[in-house]
């Protein structure tokens, strides 16, 4: 019954749609998915985050660098080299030190000029200079730690994004890989799940019949019943013949009409003188010789002079006398269209003969 076999295969389908779905909840668990489309939204928004931190850091880096170069070249040199450098001169405090130190340098020359070398009052001011210079120095030499110190932050800040925007790529390219399966174990359910209710609809439907058929009446059934023809048949010759008759006219005058449409050979006078545009003087019949007669064409105008072949060269010949009537003709070319048509060993050798 179809009832029976519907039973079965949805026992089946139901089997594998349990299956399936444990599949994927067992998939969600193992990985710890959640909310798959919002992680990878916050994992994305991650990266354009570090990426941009890491735009900034480098252009940091960059300016930072190209101190600390600077720094670096100037090596253990003296604090006034230093000095020489943008970044450490410039700096407020440094500015300031050299400023006072400048005052003091004009104390120390007004003291000198004033009192004169041994002067307690010079004296004082040049230890006053003494201690600006040693605060000036001092300065600097913070500046350059400073200088060394950030430049190596700011490597750090970068290696550090660098790594954190890779991590953030692996973990898309994870978030990927998860959503990838999950899709694909999502799918087979769905399709576990649209079989599964297509044959339960068609199990409702079955079982709400009241004249269900067997089995195979679902394959094909009897919509009438055939009747037994109550005269014997034969083929009906006469009409066949007459039918195979003109079909077989039609057929052999297109053929023709087809033949005679291709045929593009000269077949009288009057065609030769109408595609050629030239007079005809005769025609030679057509000679058949065997193996041992091969040398025949030669000696057959004089051999076989009241021949149709010999008849042909003498009208050939009138035609060609009457054509010089007003003007004799000295020199004759026999040519053919194509190589042994007869034109040097046939024609233009009997020609000779006849005139």
């Not at 104390?107 to 041994?118: A, I, L, Q, T």
């Not at 954190?164 to 799918?187: C, W």
């Not at 199990?203 to 709400?208: L, M, P, R, S, V």
């Amino acid at each position: 019954k179809a009832t029976k076999w519907l039973t079965k295969r949805l026992n089946g389908l139901r089997q594998q749609l349990r299956e399936a779905e444990q599949a994927l909840q067992r998939y969600i668990e193992s990985q710890g998915l959640v909310n798959v489309a919002g992680v990878k939204t916050i994992a994305t928004k991650q990266i354009e985050e570090t990426a941009a931190e890491l735009v900034h850091a480098r252009i940091n880096l960059t300016k930072l660098e190209n101190v600390y170069r600077q720094v670096q070249k100037v090596g253990n040199s003296t604090t006034k080299a230093f000095e020489s450098i943008p970044a450490i001169f410039n700096h407020p405090l440094v500015q300031g030190l050299k400023q006072l130190e400048l005052e003091v340098e004009k104390k120390v020359s007004e003291m000198n000029e004033r009192y004169g070398p041994k002067h307690p009052s010079f004296i004082a001011a040049k230890a006053e200079l003494k201690v600006a210079k040693e605060h000036t120095n001092e300065q600097i030499q913070k500046a350059i730690i400073r200088i060394r110190k950030e430049y190596e932050l700011a490597f750090a800040n970068v290696k550090a994004l660098e790594r954190s925007l890779e991590d953030n790529k692996g973990t898309i390219r994870e978030i990927n890989r998860k959503e990838s399966q999950l899709g694909v174990l999502e799918r087979e359910v769905e399709v576990h799940r649209q079989l599964y209710e297509m044959f339960l609809t068609r199990f409702k439907e079955t079982d709400a019949s009241q004249d269900i058929q067997p089995l195979q009446s679902t394959v094909g059934r009897i919509v009438e019943h055939a009747i037994a023809p109550s005269d014997p048949y034969k083929p009906k010759t006469k009409l066949i013949v007459i039918i195979s008759l003109v079909f077989g006219f039609i057929f052999s005058t297109l053929l023709a009409y087809l033949l005679e449409y291709l045929n593009n050979t000269l077949k009288d006078g009057e065609e030769v003188e109408q595609k050629l545009g030239l007079p005809l003087l005769g025609s030679l019949p057509k000679i058949k010789i065997g193996n041992k007669e091969e040398h025949k064409p030669f000696w057959m105008f004089i051999k076989e002079p009241k021949s149709q072949f010999a008849e042909s060269v003498r009208t050939i010949r009138t035609g060609i006398m009457l054509s010089g009537l007003d003007t004799p003709h000295k020199v004759l070319v026999v040519t053919s269209l194509n190589v042994k048509n007869g034109s040097m060993n046939v024609t233009a050798y009997h020609l000779s003969d006849a005139m």
